[in-house]
């Protein structure tokens, strides 16, 4: 599944980015798609899951690998510079927050290509 994002391209490294995440820590589609800049501890590896969009309402601490690390600074990296902290780091093209809804189409697209259903409940299987 990680091999099939074209990460030449923001929505591949986007796509990777959550993939890599949604892989590493269990981390919810909603609530990793509001992640902002300043919601990622690079010294610490850890995202903070702020109680306004957190499922729960509590706000809590994730940690993430250092590749998971990585994978957040190259997706910063590819962000259009003229989006500002504020906008997520993963969100759509044009800069807004993608819906979980996009965020499912993209992976049954993945899933297509693989020849495997693959939804956000069954993928961590």
């Keep these: 599944m990680l091999g099939i994002p074209d990460t030449s391209t923001f929505a591949g490294v986007r796509d990777y980015v959550i993939i890599l995440t ?7 589609p909603n609530e990793l798609l509001q992640i902002r800049i300043q919601d990622i501890d690079f010294i610490n590896n850890q995202i903070y899951v702020r ?27 590819a962000r259009h510079e003229a989006w500002d ?13 993608l819906s979980s809804h996009n965020l499912q189409e993209r992976f049954r697209e993945y899933s297509d290509k693989l020849g495997v259903s693959i939804t956000f409940g069954t993928y961590l299987l």
């Design 85 to 97: 902290d504020d906008a997520p780091i993963l969100c759509s093209f044009s800069g807004y927050r």
């Design 51 to 77: 109680e306004e969009y957190s499922k729960t309402r509590h706000p809590r601490a994730l940690p993430i690998s250092r590749r998971v690390v990585s994978a957040f600074k190259k997706g910063i990296h």
């Design 22 to 28: 949604m892989l590493d820590n269990g981390i919810r």
